[in-house]
């Protein structure tokens, strides 16, 4: 028994050695930290408003989500308002502008995802905000703007930790 433990204790002490891969550059971690925070501090430079937008719309976007642009709609949803009836709220399931940027930025065109420059990002979420009735037409977004959008529904969001346990209904059915 005290042999094995003695055994346990060298194997942790070591540590696993694999032998292969190699340690991430600054560039490689750099390339994939691209997580947006809502208060945009990793947003890089550039700007695009809700006329260069759509030219990127028509360009990269409009053969998947239609020349109308329904199918950027961020989520038109009924929400429950305590026991009020529910609402309807363009864009309820995002609570920050930054996140919209974010999710094009990374996933958007989804056969190319990151493929956009930063440029072509502010311009298209700023098209895409338009289309969601949360900017107005002559809005221009840049680092410092973007952060500033509030989107419609932000203040039902909880802030506040839920307890909530794997397995049981969340108490506002899905949200991110
Ligand atoms: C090849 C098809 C395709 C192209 C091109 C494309 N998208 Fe998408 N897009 C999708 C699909 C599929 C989804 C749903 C993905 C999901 O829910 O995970 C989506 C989701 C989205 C959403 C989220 C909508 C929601 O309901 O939350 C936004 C915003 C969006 N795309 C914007 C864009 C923009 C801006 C472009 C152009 C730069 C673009 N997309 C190009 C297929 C595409």
Redo the contacts with the bound molecule.
Sequence with gaps: MTIVLGVCATALAQGPTYRFGTAPSQDEIKARDTAISPAGRELPPGRGGVKE?AT??A???????GPDGT?????RGLIPLGNSKPVKIPGS??PYATT?WD??NR??????PGS?TPD??YA??A??LFLNDVIEESTVLDAKTLPEVKMPNRDNFLAVEIDWKPGQRRPLGNYP
Excluded: D
């Design positions: 937008g990127v719309y360009q990269k976007c409009l053969a998947c989500h199918g950027t709609k961020l989520h399931l995002v919209v999710f094009i996933a958007m065109p989804s056969t190319k956009l072509e990002v298209v979420t098209y895409v």
